[in-house]
T-cell receptor
Framework: SQTIHQWPATLVQPVGSPLSLECTVE??????LYWYRQAAGRGLQLLFY??????ISSEVPQNLSASRPQDRQFILSSKKLLLSDSGFYLC?????????????FGPGTRLLVL | AQKVTQAQTEISVVEKEDVTLDCVYE???????LFWYKQPPSGELVFLIR??????QNEISGRYSWNFQKSTSSFNFTITASQVVDSAVYFC????????????????FGQGTILTVHP
């Protein structure tokens, strides 16, 4: 069966510091991968998605970047964190087309920028 | 552009009551997919159901049921005989198929409904 891992689970970082959040998937090959952010107020916003190694699409302009160095690894980064980057970050995976597949989410990372 | 509206911000019920969570969506695509997810206090999103636009059959899974009506662009979720363990935030989401499958399964979420079930 497939599993998705995220770490760290919780992170407190000062403003201006760098960030690296990691997401890995097991039990599947060539998944679509997604990063979402959930700020206070509960809505989830898609930040990035990837359909293959090295292929990253950004949905919103922001202070963050994403990379996919391996098939089942997805990394969210920032060079300098802002207060507004605080939130709950969720990674998700889905099977590849031909149909829109269900996304399955990881446990998330809670980021607090002080 | 696609949009999902969950007008109920918070719902509070007493255990064993039935409760319906509303979801209204907007899309120009003729092929699309609708989802419901549950987010318990731990934070992880748990997948509940997926429906495609060509399948309007209602679905029942234990105490959960879903009513999909294309005529009103709604995909409502009912919990029968609610229990304290049903307390969570529930999200409705939409994914368009896109021309030639170009949506890549991107989800648009509603703002969520906080459901609190009191003993």
């Amino acid at each position: 069966s497939q599993t998705i891992h995220q770490w760290p689970a919780t992170l407190v970082q000062p403003v201006g510091s760098p960030l690296s959040l990691e997401c890995t998937v097991e039990g599947t090959s060539n998944p679509n991968l997604y990063w979402y952010r959930q700020a206070a107020g509960r809505g989830l916003q898609l930040l990035f998605y990837s359909v293959g190694i090295g292929q990253i699409s950004s949905e919103v302009p922001q202070n963050l970047s994403a990379s996919r160095p391996q098939d089942r690894q997805f990394i969210l980064s920032s060079k300098k964190l802002l207060l507004s980057d605080s939130g709950f970050y969720l990674c998700a995976w889905a099977g590849q087309r031909p149909t829109v597949e269900t996304q399955y989410f990881g446990p998330g990372t809670r980021l607090l920028v002080l | 552009a696609q949009k999902v509206t969950q007008a109920q911000t918070e719902i509070s019920v007493v255990e064993k009551e039935d409760v319906t969570l509303d979801c209204v969506y907007e899309t120009r695509d003729t092929t699309y997919y609708l989802f419901w997810y549950k987010q318990p206090p731990s934070g992880e999103l748990v997948f509940l159901i997926r429906r495609n636009s060509f399948d309007e059959q209602n679905e029942i899974s234990g105490r959960y049921s879903w009513n999909f009506q294309k005529s009103t662009s709604s995909f409502n979720f009912t919990i029968t005989a609610s229990q304290v363990v049903d307390s969570a935030v529930y999200f409705c989401a939409l994914s368009e198929d896109g021309a030639g499958g170009t949506s890549y399964g991107k989800l648009t979420f509603g703002q969520g409904t906080i459901l609190t079930v009191h003993p």
